[in-house]
């Protein structure tokens, strides 16, 4: 399968250089695109210095919409699938193959989870948000995904043309309920993350609290009234 590997970058000027390094050197035989979201620091600058293949949007659109343009890059280039990679190095490249050993197998989505049996999850606050999190989806699918707010999720053909084409679906655990709903089939794998080492993450603890609540909310009630459509 042609895969993508869709990196969005915004203000990662400590990290984006040796996350991309690391990327080709482990997986060189897939290709990859630096989605730049509006970068104020010098992100944008490293990856035109080191001739990184890279989308330079214009102004800050947010990781949705970062990630929403390199789906349709991938469209538009005719990829089979796109796998989501954070440019803060915390993903690991080595499960890429194996993610996608999984796609080939017949699933729409596969999620590099860190919380995988016998894996468990810290007890942190962020992490009681998450459990609420998989319960809603449980609830809502009947299915278990034990780490939904993974960002670390691959796509095939089918979903990149629903990225594309249907302007409510974002790479966000709600999305992903609703995706479920419509009949995607959805694997997750362990994987192992590294922790932030520079730079900040957009997630501080009250933004947190707010995203999961917002997340189950949506879960549980709005997507009842979302339109199905076909996967």
Same mark, same amino acid.
């Given at each position: 399968?042609?895969?993508?590997?869709?990196?969005?970058?915004?203000?990662?000027?400590?990290?984006?250089?040796?996350?991309?390094?690391?990327?080709?050197?482990?997986?060189?035989?897939?290709?990859?695109?630096?989605?730049?979201?509006?970068?104020?620091?010098?992100?944008?600058?490293?990856?035109?210095?080191?001739?990184?293949?890279?989308?330079?949007?214009?102004?800050?659109?947010?990781?949705?919409?970062?990630?929403?343009?390199?789906?349709?890059?991938?469209?538009?280039?005719?990829?089979?699938?796109?796998?989501?990679?954070?440019?803060?190095?915390?993903?690991?490249?080595?499960?890429? %193959? #194996?993610?996608? +050993?999984?796609?080939?197998?017949?699933?729409?989505?596969?999620? *590099?989870?860190?919380?995988?049996? @016998?894996? =468990?999850?810290?007890?942190?606050?962020?992490?009681?948000?998450?459990?609420?999190?998989?319960?809603?989806?449980?609830?809502?699918?009947?299915?278990?995904?034990?780490?939904?707010?993974?960002?670390?999720?691959?796509?095939?053909?089918?979903?990149?043309?629903?990225?594309?084409?249907?302007?409510?679906?974002?790479?966000?655990?709600?999305?992903?309920?609703?995706?479920?709903?419509?009949? %995607? #089939?959805?694997? +997750?794998?362990?994987?192992?993350?590294?922790?932030?080492?520079? *730079?900040?993450?957009?997630?501080? @603890?009250? =933004?947190?609290?707010?995203?999961?609540?917002?997340?189950?909310?949506?879960?549980?009630?709005?997507?009842?009234?979302?339109?199905?459509?076909?996967?």
């Amino acid at each position: 399968m042609k895969l993508l590997i869709v990196i969005p970058a915004f203000n990662e000027e400590k990290n984006i250089f040796n996350t991309v390094s690391e990327l080709t050197e482990i997986c060189p035989q897939f290709d990859y695109l630096v989605v730049n979201d509006g970068s104020i620091d010098r992100t944008g600058k490293i990856c035109r210095r080191n001739h990184f293949h890279m989308l330079d949007l214009p102004v800050n659109l947010g990781l949705s919409d970062a990630v929403q343009a390199g789906m349709r890059y991938a469209e538009q280039h005719g990829y089979d699938a796109v796998v989501q990679f954070d440019g803060d190095s915390q993903h690991r490249p080595e499960y890429i %193959a #194996k993610m996608l +050993e999984e796609l080939e197998r017949g699933y729409d989505i596969v999620i *590099g989870g860190r919380f995988c049996p @016998p894996n =468990k999850k810290p007890k942190t606050i962020r992490m009681f948000g998450s459990n609420l999190i998989s319960l809603a989806i449980r609830l809502t699918t009947g299915k278990k995904i034990y780490d939904p707010t993974s960002g670390f999720r691959m796509y095939d053909r089918k979903l990149i043309r629903a990225f594309t084409t249907q302007t409510n679906i974002e790479p966000e655990p709600d999305s992903i309920a609703y995706l479920m709903s419509c009949g %995607a #089939k959805i694997s +997750e794998i362990q994987v192992e993350m590294r922790e932030r080492t520079a *730079g900040q993450s957009y997630l501080n @603890p009250l =933004k947190s609290i707010l995203y999961m609540l917002k997340m189950g909310v949506s879960i549980l009630l709005v997507q009842h009234f979302r339109k199905k459509i076909k996967i």
